[in-house]
Every structure is written in C-alpha cells, then in structure tokens.
C-alpha cells in the first residue's frame, strides 16, 4: 500500500510564510505527477499547484508569485512553500499523487490526510 503524509502546516499572520512537506512511502515504482490542492470551510476542494516528474510547475493565479512547488524524486516528497500568505489562503491542504506501485502497470491517485494552515490578518 502507499501512503502519502503531509506535514508543516499551522497558523501564521498576513504576511507570513509556512512550508508544507508531503513525503510518499510504501510500495512505490514511480511517481508521475504531483498536486498540492486545498478547501476552505464551505467550499470545493481546488487544486493550487502541481509538478511533473520533471519538475515543471504550474499554479493557480490565485498563488502565482507567491507559493513554490517543489520535490525530490530521489526521497518521494514534495514541498509547498508559501510566502506573503494571506487571510483567504487559510484551508485544509492536501497532497495528491499519482502512482505506480511496484508490481502494477496501472496508475493510482492517493490523498494525504490533510494539514490545517490558518492565517490572520
């Protein structure tokens, strides 16, 4: 089985930056892509970044500028640091990944169990 755990999130003030982890473990081959998304009370789960196996990002506008994505393939973790964070980035955010277990052929998707960031104004 696989799973994927995030970690680093917590509450900070308007401004502020936290880094968020999501490190992958298990029955592992490959992992393809990588997603960062989050929900805010009352609202639809959005994706927020991504990364290919390559290391090419893509943003929602909504953090462009402002939130990196990153991994390590070597160690199955990806990051998410996010500066200048703002009242409206406060969300349960979650790591999405897709992947190849070592004796399929088949592509799975996997959550993480969610981490709280809160900021403040």
């Known amino acids: 089985q696989v799973q994927l755990v995030e970690s680093g999130g917590g509450s900070v003030q308007s401004g502020g930056s936290l880094r968020l982890s999501c490190a992958a473990s298990?029955?592992?081959?490959?992992?393809?892509?990588m997603e960062w998304h989050r929900q805010a009370p009352g609202l639809e789960r959005k994706l927020v970044a991504s990364i290919t196996n390559y290391g090419n990002p893509t943003y929602d506008d909504s953090v462009k500028g402002r939130f990196t994505i990153s991994r390590d393939n070597a160690k199955n973790t990806m990051w998410l640091q996010m500066n200048n964070l703002k009242p409206e980035d406060t969300a349960v955010y979650y790591c999405?990944?897709?992947?190849?277990?070592?004796?399929?052929?088949?592509?799975?998707?996997?959550w993480g169990q969610g981490t709280q960031v809160t900021v403040s104004s």
């Open positions: 999405h990944a897709f992947i190849r277990s070592g004796a399929g052929i088949l592509i799975r998707t996997f």
């Open positions: 298990g029955d592992i081959f490959a992992i393809h892509d």
